[in-house]
């Protein structure tokens, strides 16, 4: 009966560490894919130079919260946010997909957040993932900031139209309506 017993420890001994070598395989397994993804969109700019980096248009981007593999991935200038989370693995299924906007255009060096259902940010802080990109923000958008109606957000559309986006907040002044005080409000609010 001693005997039976020891063999049973040693059995149960066993397939803890087998459990134990399968959890650190799987959990060095996914970061070491992370950490390939950001290496390998590294190497990649690293090989292509420069001029050529500039000629294609390039963004990274940091996405993390819900999703299947949270890193840092490189994509075309004009990518999507769908395509960002696509090269993540997706979204996870507690993802609070409603709070996002899976067709916005993405920018160089963003970091975006995809909250899970029911998390709620911390108030009264606004970070760069709540303003308003107003080079790219659709018209309801745009009539979301402070002082801004109809005929101020197409104003908005038509400068960045006509003259191929907004390289300076300042710029913003430029548009019809658009004086040092509404500026003023409007500054905390909108990136480029």
Do not use: C
């Not at 149960?12 to 969109?41: C, K, P, Q």
Request: glycine share 8%; net charge negative; proline share 2%.
């Amino acid at each position: 009966m001693d005997k039976l017993d020891r063999n049973k420890i040693l059995y149960i001994l066993i397939v803890l560490v087998f459990l134990g070598v399968f959890w650190g395989w799987y959990h060095f397994r996914e970061v070491n894919d992370a950490t390939m993804r950001i290496s390998d969109s590294i190497s990649l700019n690293e090989d292509k130079g420069e001029e050529h980096k500039s000629d294609q248009g390039e963004v990274m981007v940091h996405i993390t919260g819900a999703v299947n593999q949270p890193g840092v991935v490189l994509l075309n200038q004009n990518a999507r946010l769908i395509e960002a989370i696509e090269l993540v693995g997706g979204l996870t299924e507690t993802a609070d997909v409603n709070s996002l906007n899976l067709a916005r255009k993405l920018q160089d060096e963003e970091k975006i957040h995809i909250p899970t259902i029911g998390e709620v940010s911390e108030p009264g802080s606004v970070s760069e993932d709540t303003k308003i990109n107003i080079n790219t923000a659709s018209l309801e958008e745009l009539k979301s900031l402070p002082g801004v109606g109809d005929v101020i957000a197409q104003g908005i559309i038509d400068y960045r139209e006509k003259h191929g986006g907004f390289k300076q907040l300042e710029e913003l002044k430029n548009v019809t309506r658009i004086g040092d005080k509404i500026y003023e409000g409007l500054f905390e609010s909108i990136v480029i």
